[in-house]
């Protein structure tokens, strides 16, 4: 079993950023992929970033050219870098991990006022 903890939420201005961390926990995870998440209430939950073990990594449209998603196999962690934040950025962050399994965290908050 797999447990998830994120860190790094928060209250940003448009234009700023945030740095979000998950800690993997219960198995080393450096086989899967890992991946950021958001859902803000009423919508979708809707992928954000993935990153394979190889470490390609894959974005939505909506976040290309201001997020970066890494990942620290040796720590077991996965981090999502975000640059130039705007309003729309505003929801819940989870961290996924796809690995004999589909698990996730327990999510954080990120807000962007404008």
């Known amino acids: 079993q797999v447990q998830l903890v994120e860190s790094g939420g928060g209250l940003v201005q448009a234009g700023g950023s945030l740095r979000l961390s998950c800690a993997a926990s219960g198995s080393r995870v450096s086989g899967g992929v890992m991946a950021w998440y958001r859902q803000v209430p009423g919508k979708q939950r809707e992928l954000v970033a993935d990153?394979?073990?190889?470490?390609?990594?894959n974005y939505a449209d909506s976040v290309k050219g201001r997020f970066t998603i890494s990942r620290d196999n040796a720590k077991n962690t996965v981090t999502l870098q975000m640059n130039s934040l705007k309003p729309e950025d505003t929801a819940v962050y989870y961290c996924?991990?796809?690995?004999?399994?589909?698990?996730w965290g327990q999510g954080t908050q990120v807000t962007v006022s404008s």
């Open positions: 996924n991990v796809r690995f004999f399994g589909n698990y």
């Open positions: 990153i394979s073990s190889g470490g390609t990594s």
